[in-house]
């Protein structure tokens, strides 16, 4: 199973000089819930954005360098590297950027998990283009706006129909 998390401001952006342009530590436990105890996959930049492997979590890296390393990490050089991995995996395999990564795996995905922030930010990517009426709302939690959460949002849950 193939699924995304990733969150969003209304205009679609994911983030602006390779990192997140809101503080919203909420969405960042929801992240961390949500992958724990499966596999990531990730661009290069992406991963290197973070700086090293998250815990508790398989991490992979998609990158076309073929001499491309990093420790504590799996590295695939395709989608098909990844989709074989997928299909023999017995936990769930959760794509969680950068936007190329997401529009490689656009037609393979079975899950979405977005935290949509009701704000816009500057940013410089943005979520790819998605057909929504092949997806199915499952559930949807109102995140609390508080001091350490300044920012109206929710996440949401969506599955292939």
Request: aromatic share 14%; with cysteine.
């Amino acid at each position: 199973m193939i699924s995304f998390i990733w969150a969003q401001d209304q205009n679609g952006v994911i983030g602006n000089n390779n990192a997140l342009p809101w503080r919203l530590p909420e969405d960042l436990k929801f992240f961390k819930e949500t992958t724990m105890g499966h596999s990531i996959v990730m661009g290069r930049k992406t991963f290197e954005s973070i700086g090293k492997p998250l815990p508790g979590r398989e991490n992979i890296i998609l990158t076309r360098d073929n001499t491309y390393k990093a420790e504590g990490c799996i590295v695939f050089h395709s989608v098909d590297e990844i989709l074989q991995y997928a299909n023999q995996a017995e936990k769930e395999v959760i794509i969680t950027g950068g936007s190329e990564v997401f529009a490689l795996f656009m037609s393979y995905v079975d899950k979405l998990y977005v935290t949509r922030i009701h704000e816009t930010f500057q940013g410089d990517t943005f979520f790819p283009s998605i057909d929504w009426d092949q997806f199915e709302l499952v559930w949807t939690k109102e995140g609390i706006q508080n001091e350490k959460n300044p920012y109206s949002y929710e996440f949401q849950l969506y599955k292939r129909k």
